[in-house]
């Protein structure tokens, strides 16, 4: 499991997103890699299975569509995650999670200096 936890402890370092495919490529599929840190958009989902998570949880926005509007706003997060996700996926080629998983993200070391 991939998280800081509500990252209140050390904040000096690494986060968790930039451990992920590190924590990942170590994992070798021996076990599911599950990330849950700082997951607020659909484009954060993405990222997090591009970078080798196998699930990722999803806790604050849940929580607050429940305080919001119980069942209904539990449900109207999640169709918004799935929305957000899905044009993350149509922008970045993938047809389906097994292809995200396959996506390459770029990163600063992937640009020109």
Avoid: C
Avoid at 14 to 28: E, R, Y
Avoid at 58 to 67: A, E, F, I, M
Avoid at 82 to 103: F, H, P, S, Y
């Amino acid at each position: 499991w991939v998280s800081n936890h509500g990252g209140r402890q050390l904040d000096s370092g690494p986060s968790s997103f930039d451990m992920l495919p590190a924590i990942a490529k170590v994992v070798n599929k021996r076990v599911p890699v599950i990330f849950d840190s700082g997951v607020r958009r659909g484009s954060h989902i993405f990222k997090a299975l591009a970078s080798g998570a196998d699930i990722v949880a999803v806790g604050r926005p849940v929580l607050y569509g429940l305080n919001l509007g119980g069942a209904q706003g539990v449900a109207s997060v999640i169709e918004q995650l799935n929305k957000e996700l899905t044009i993350n996926m149509m922008l970045g080629g993938a047809r389906n999670i097994e292809q995200v998983k396959t996506t390459r993200l770029l990163t600063e070391k992937d640009l020109p200096q």
